[in-house]
C-alpha cells in the first residue's frame, strides 16, 4: 500500500501554480515552442465564443507567456502539422493530436452521450447527415452556413433558445464532430467551425493509430490531468476531461499502484489528495498573472476555493443585478495567491481597456494595485489597445486607477 504524504496548502498551492505553468518568467519573444510548452503542460484550452475580452482559449497563453503573437496559435490549429485539435475534452476545447485519439472512446459514445438535438437530428434527418458527410468530403472544409447554401436545406428554425436554434444540418454538422468523424480545419473570422474529415487534419500518424481500450485512454487521460494540476483530489482529476466516476477512480488505483501517483493529505483539504509524483514544489513562486474565467487552474471551483480560499464564480449568465463581481470577471494571480478580480471589456471603438469594476481580496497585498495596473497595461498593448480606463465600481478601482498612468 503507497505511504500518504502530508503537504501544507501553501506548498499544495505552489505545486499546483507551477504545474500549470505559472511560476515559470515568461519569454522575451514568445515562439511556436514556448506555446508548444504550454500546452503541453496544461494540456487542454478550453473554448467560448465570449469575446467582450478576447476569445477564452487566448487568454491562458498571455497568463503564461505574456504579448505573443496569435498567428503562433493560428498555425498551430490550422496549418500542417497540427498541434492542436478540437474536441469535447473538458468543453469545447484544443487538445494536442494525440490526446484527440484519447477521446475515441467519447466518439463512438455518440448516440448516448450527445446532447439531444445532436443525437435525434440521426433519427430525425438521416439523409441530412449523409448529405453534409458527402459535401464536406467532396469539398471541406466547410462552415455550417456553407453546407447549407451548398446543400439548399436552410430549415426554419427555431428561435426560442438564444445561441442553439440550429439548423438540421448545423446538427449534422455537430453529430459528425461529436463522433469525430469531422474536425475543425480552423475557424473563420466570426469564429464559425471550418469542418473537415478527421483523417485530413489530424496527423496521419494519429489519424491510423488504432483506438486504444477505454480503460487504457481513460488512465492515459486521468496521467495527463494529474500532471497538469500538480495536486488534486480525485474529483478534479476526474473533472479535467469531465469522465465519470467509475473509470476514473479505477485509473486513479491504478496510477497510485505505479508509482505515478502519491496519495497526499493536504491540511485543511475535505477530501485525499494525489500528487503527481515528478510535480515541481516550489518553495516560492513569484507568479503575475490575469486568469480567464476559463483557465484550467480555476476552472474547478470546488479546488480553486481549496487551493486559494476564495470563491469563484462565473456570472455570465447571471442577471446584471444579482451579479457580485461583474460580467467577465478575470482572478489576478499574485505570488501564490488571488488577490483581485477585474470584470473586463476591450471598448475596441475607443481604443481602450475598460475596467468596469476591481475588486481586493481579503489578503491582498499594498504593491496589489501597480502589479495589477502592469498586467492590465500589458494586456491592453497585447489586444492592441491604447490604454486602461477604470470605472469606480469595486474597493479596488480608487487605488487601482491611480496606479494606471494614463489616469494617474
Given at each position: ?66 504579448p505573443y503573437d496569435p498567428e503562433l496559435l493560428r498555425r498551430a ?332
Amino acid at each position: 500500500m503507497a505511504t500518504r504524504e502530508t503537504m501544507t496548502a501553501a506548498q499544495a498551492r505552489r505545486t499546483a501554480i507551477a504545474a500549470q505553468g505559472l511560476a515559470a518568467a515568461r519569454p522575451a519573444a514568445p515562439t511556436a515552442r514556448h506555446l508548444q510548452r504550454v500546452v503541453d503542460a496544461v494540456g487542454v484550452l478550453q473554448i467560448d465564443s465570449i469575446q467582450v475580452l478576447a476569445r477564452s482559449h487566448t487568454l491562458p497563453l498571455f497568463s503564461r507567456l505574456g504579448p505573443y503573437d496569435p498567428e503562433l496559435l493560428r498555425r498551430a490549429a490550422e496549418e500542417r502539422p497540427r498541434r492542436l485539435v478540437e474536441y469535447w475534452a473538458h468543453e469545447a476545447s484544443f487538445v494536442v493530436p494525440a490526446t484527440h485519439r484519447l477521446l475515441r472512446w467519447r466518439m463512438a459514445r455518440a448516440a448516448s452521450d450527445a446532447w439531444g438535438s445532436v443525437r435525434s437530428v440521426v433519427s430525425e434527418h438521416p439523409g441530412v447527415v449523409e448529405a453534409v458527410r458527402a459535401e464536406v468530403t467532396a469539398g471541406g472544409p466547410m462552415t455550417a452556413r456553407e453546407l447549407e447554401a451548398a446543400l439548399a436545406h436552410d430549415a426554419p428554425r427555431a428561435r426560442d433558445h438564444w445561441g442553439w436554434n440550429w439548423s438540421a444540418v448545423k446538427r449534422a454538422c455537430e453529430h459528425l464532430f461529436f463522433t469525430g468523424e469531422l474536425t475543425a480545419a480552423g475557424r473563420t473570422a466570426s469564429f464559425e467551425r471550418r469542418y473537415d474529415l478527421a483523417e485530413r487534419v489530424l496527423p496521419p500518424e494519429v489519424a491510423s493509430a488504432p483506438d486504444p481500450s477505454e480503460a487504457d485512454a481513460v488512465r492515459a487521460l486521468v496521467a495527463l490531468s494529474a500532471r497538469a494540476l500538480g495536486v488534486a483530489d480525485e474529483t478534479s482529476l476526474r473533472d479535467y476531461f469531465r469522465l465519470r466516476p467509475g473509470p476514473s477512480r479505477a485509473a486513479v488505483a491504478e496510477l497510485v499502484e505505479d508509482g505515478a501517483l502519491v496519495p497526499v493529505d493536504v491540511r485543511g483539504w475535505a477530501r485525499p489528495a494525489y500528487r503527481w509524483s515528478t510535480a515541481p514544489r516550489p518553495r516560492r513562486v513569484e507568479a503575475r498573472a490575469l486568469l480567464s474565467p476559463f483557465d484550467s487552474l480555476v476552472w474547478h471551483r470546488p479546488r480553486t476555493e481549496e487551493l486559494f480560499g476564495a470563491r469563484v464564480r462565473l456570472e455570465v449568465y447571471t442577471p446584471a443585478a444579482q451579479r457580485v463581481h461583474g460580467y467577465y470577471v478575470l482572478p489576478f494571480l499574485l505570488g501564490d495567491a488571488l488577490v483581485a478580480r477585474v470584470d473586463l471589456k476591450a471598448d475596441r471603438t475607443r481604443g481602450v481597456l475598460v475596467v468596469l469594476a476591481a475588486h481586493a481580496e481579503p489578503q491582498a497585498p499594498p504593491e496589489t494595485a501597480p502589479e495589477l495596473a502592469a498586467e492590465l497595461g500589458e494586456l491592453a498593448r497585447w489586444l492592441g489597445l491604447g490604454g486602461v480606463e477604470v470605472a469606480p465600481r469595486g474597493d479596488l478601482a480608487a487605488r487601482l486607477r491611480g496606479a494606471v498612468p494614463q489616469n494617474a
